[in-house]
């Protein structure tokens, strides 16, 4: 095999990688899959230099783009490229998808992930922004940067065909490599100025659509109602999303982080502080996140917050309705249930929620499509009962809510997590969608389920610029529609 073709500068991160690339080819080219011509995926996972990934992710200029990390950033992924794409513009039932990203994965090297998500409720249409996503996505991709308490690995998937020259797909792998970006990023990097921001529904509108609700809690056709809305802000030049996603990290702690770009200009980007469910083999976790206050300045305002929330009958029968959902989903899929007595509180950077974690042990039987059907959506961007709830969602909001409020995450042969994607944004170009929800039961009151969105929006408007200056220029050229 020609040596030369390995064209990789000797001081390059990925020169360990592209040395066991060739290497593979070296080995392996004349070995077919039990004997047979048919392509099959290669999975390489190699030591790797440590980086920033955010810095490394935001200068690569690959379409696909993927970033994720667990709530306390144990495990963090920055991921390029797609080697199998599994998406589509009519939603499929969750059961029917998972089982066949179930059965691809089956024929791939253990350890292999889907990364991706699904629209938040697929018997609504999807407006022109969210074309590129589809009512689902998935992907394998070419290069995933795993980084888990200091320990860096770099993960190459290929397709491998015996009935090709060898030679021209190392060439190709290379191509690939070469492609990729190792140039230090530029520290400080402003973002485009600010020009407006428009909210849907306007604070009138909004007022209207809680009244609706309060009279539906009255003649008892709803216990609970979930609206949000959509903050539009445009800016005077082109967003990088990883950037404004890293920017968002430092304002939003605790929290599950992720980019999902199907191809350049458009990506979907959040920190959800609620998970939807963690499977590991046949170990499942999941949790009831409701209820919303503001972190106090001091620990004595703080524990008066939290004590506020812990004591607010409105809150707790809105966490109440998310805790009753689990339990009964848990009970039907689950040979044992394990769930504390007693609500504690969820501490993020800005906010603290009530919560509720709850662990079982699953029937053999049961799958993530399983899983997804009975948990999303829950009653914390839903409503109750679910199917009046969504009816009722999509005749007030004014908007089509896409992958927001959606699961979002990762699948792989033995293991998955899924994250619910609020306090998250669209990407469009120049244009930041904001969206962000409130819980609406009965003694809600508009101005301050207002004002808690408001409130769930800081991190993002504080991850635009630092200082005053953005969020109060936001307000101030808001525009309303």
């Known amino acids: ?169 190392t060439e190709e792998q290379f191509a690939f490599l070469e492609r990729l970006d190792f140039t230090p990023a530029t520290p400080g990097q402003p973002f485009p100025e600010t020009l407006d921001r428009t909210d849907a529904p306007d604070q009138e509108g909004w007022t209207e659509q809680i009244n609706t609700a309060l009279k539906l809690f009255e003649s008892g056709q709803l216990d609970k109602l979930v609206l949000a809305r959509k903050s539009r802000i445009r800016f005077s030049g082109e967003l990088n999303p990883v950037q404004l996603l890293q920017r968002l990290r430092k304002n939003n702690t605790r929290a ?34 409701a209820g919303t206050r503001p972190r106090g300045k001091t ?41 504390p007595k007693n609500t504690s509180v969820l501490k993020l950077s800005r906010l603290q929620h009530l919560y509720a974690g709850i662990r079982g042990k699953l029937k053999k039987e049961v799958n993530e499509g399983r899983l997804l059907t009975v948990l999303h959506p829950t009653p914390a961007v839903g409503g109750t009962p679910r199917k009046e709830a969504l009816d009722w969602i999509d005749r007030l909001e004014p908007f089509a809510r896409g992958w927001y409020a959606a699961p979002v995450g990762w699948i792989s042969r033995n293991a998955s997590e899924f994250a619910v994607a609020i306090r998250s944004g669209l990407v469009i170009g120049n244009v930041l969608n904001l969206f962000s929800g409130a819980g609406i039961v009965a003694g809600s009151l508009p101005g301050k389920e207002w004002e808690e969105i408001e409130t769930k929006l800081v991190n993002f408007i504080r991850a635009l610029d630092s200082g005053e200056r953005v969020h109060s220029g936001l307000n101030r050229n ?3 529609p």
Not at 30 to 35: D, P, S, T
Not at 41 to 56: A, K, N, Q, T
Not at 275 to 284: E, K, P, Q, V
Request: glycine share 6%; charged share 25%; with cysteine.
């Open 478 to 480: 808001r525009i309303n």
């Open 256 to 289: 599950f982080h992720f980019c999902f770009q199907p191809r350049a200009g458009s990506a979907f980007i959040g920190g959800s502080p609620e998970r939807l469910f963690s499977r590991c083999n046949g170990d499942i976790t999941s949790e009831a996140v």
């Open 299 to 339: 620990p004595v305002l703080d524990q008066k917050l939290e004590t506020e929330l812990l004591d607010s009958e409105k809150d707790r029968w809105e966490h109440l309705l998310v805790v009753d959902q689990l339990k009964s989903a848990f009970r039907d899929f689950c040979d044992a249930v394990e769930m």
């Open 1 to 169: 095999m020609d040596k030369s073709a390995y064209k990789l500068q000797p001081n390059s991160p990925a020169r360990k990688l592209g040395e066991a690339i060739r290497n593979w080819f070296e080995e392996n080219h004349a070995i077919g899959k039990e004997g047979s011509g048919a392509p099959f995926l290669v999975r390489l996972e190699i030591p790797g230099d440590s980086l920033s990934l955010f810095d490394w992710l935001a200068v690569q200029e690959i379409p696909e783009r993927i970033y994720w990390s667990d709530r306390n950033d144990d495990h963090c992924i920055a991921a390029v490229g797609a080697v199998d794409r599994f998406c589509g513009p009519e939603l499929m039932a969750p059961e029917a998808l998972m089982d066949l990203l179930s059965e691809r994965l089956k024929a791939y090297p253990e350890g292999v992930r889907y990364f991706g998500g699904m629209a938040f409720d697929g018997e609504r249409s999807l407006d022109d922004n969210w074309a590129p996503f589809g009512a689902f996505w998935f992907v394998v991709p070419r290069l995933e940067i795993h980084q888990t308490k200091g320990e860096t690995r770099w993960i190459w998937h290929f397709w491998y065909d015996p009935n090709l020259s060898p030679e021209f797909q």
